[in-house]
């Protein structure tokens, strides 16, 4: 399963109470459900960062998989990639986790789907004896595996937001 962007919404509860929040006209309504549905989704957004840090990621040669520094020069890939896991809140009530493809090396815009499908090839840049080309592997899936868990505390908490907003304009 390739990495996509993960939302949280609900959709139709979450245009219905967008409506009334703009007939109310009150801003600090709106800032508020904002903000508790970001506090909602931040352990996620931690724990996914924190994945991509000590994912397991693997080679020819290699036999721990444990983050060793390559003959390349430039930024780490995995803290690299893990700073560019970005949480918004949309303006429409909503949270989207994603990689943020402007924060990465314009050659490393793949690898974020590459990692989650569990293998890639890339050229080896003067090792001609494995014929400059080279197969790494990583933990599959590790972008939905680290999400699931979240998944029913995450539900939870943005129906009682969601509860709590409908309350206050009623």
């Known amino acids: 399963m390739a990495q996509r962007d993960f939302w949280i919404t609900n959709t139709r509860d979450l245009t219905a109470l967008q409506r009334k929040l703009r007939r109310a006209g009150d801003g ?33 040669g290699s036999r721990s998989g444990g983050g060793r520094r390559s003959g390349r020069s430039g930024p780490p890939l995995r803290a690299t990639i893990a700073a560019a896991i970005r949480l918004s809140v949309t303006t429409g009530g909503g949270a989207k986790l994603w990689v943020d493809k402007s924060r990465l090396p314009a050659d490393w815009q793949t ?49 009682r937001i969601l509860n709590d907003v409908e309350r206050r304009l009623s």
């Open 111 to 159: 690898m974020p789907k590459n990692l989650d499908a569990g293998s890639w090839r890339h050229p080896t840049f003067g090792n001609k004896s494995r014929g400059g080309w080279v197969d790494q592997y990583a933990e599959a899936n590790w972008w939905w595996n680290t999400i699931r868990p979240h998944m029913p505390r995450l539900k939870r908490d943005v129906e």
């Open 28 to 60: 600090t309504l709106k800032n508020n459900l904002n903000r508790r549905i970001r506090h909602a989704a931040t352990p996620m957004h931690r724990d996914l960062q924190r994945k991509m840090r000590t994912l397991r990621v693997w080679g020819p």
